[in-house]
């Protein structure tokens, strides 16, 4: 079972997005987190498997988040939610080790795809 963190402010969002991720097989929310500074605190404690990070959050953005995880060479992959369409800052995403981006608004259809193709690199690696 892959264990999710969900970082997102939005509180109805963050709940759409834990029903979506319960819909597919193999993963388990374990926490919904509203900002940057206490996902960053959650992942270190908890050592989930997969975060699902909204770019647009308080405290500490999605891709401050990323950075830091990335630089402190914390072991969690994540994949990241944003509203930006432009190659600059999907490019960023991908350079920071997104395994994948979600651009909003979404459908379940490409939330499954993301998790789904997540689900299939990790079993490959195992």
Not at 21 to 50: Q, S, T, W
Not at 76 to 87: E, N, S
Not at 88 to 114: C, M, N, T
Request: hydrophobic content about 50%.
């Amino acid at each position: 079972m892959i264990k999710v963190i969900v970082a997102e402010d939005d509180p109805m969002v963050a709940q759409i997005n834990r029903k979506y991720i319960e819909a597919v097989a193999g993963f388990e929310v374990i926490a919904v987190i509203h900002n940057g500074n206490d996902a960053y605190d959650y992942v270190k404690k908890f050592n989930p498997d997969l975060i699902i990070l909204d770019m647009y959050m308080p405290k500490l953005n999605g891709m401050e988040l990323l950075k830091r995880i990335r630089n402190e060479e914390i072991k969690v992959d994540a994949i990241l939610v944003t509203a930006a369409k432009d190659a600059y800052h999907i490019s960023e995403l991908l350079k920071w080790g997104a395994v994948d981006y979600l651009v909003k608004p979404f459908e379940f259809s490409r939330f499954k795809v993301a998790l789904e193709g997540y689900l299939k690199r990790t079993v490959a690696l195992e």
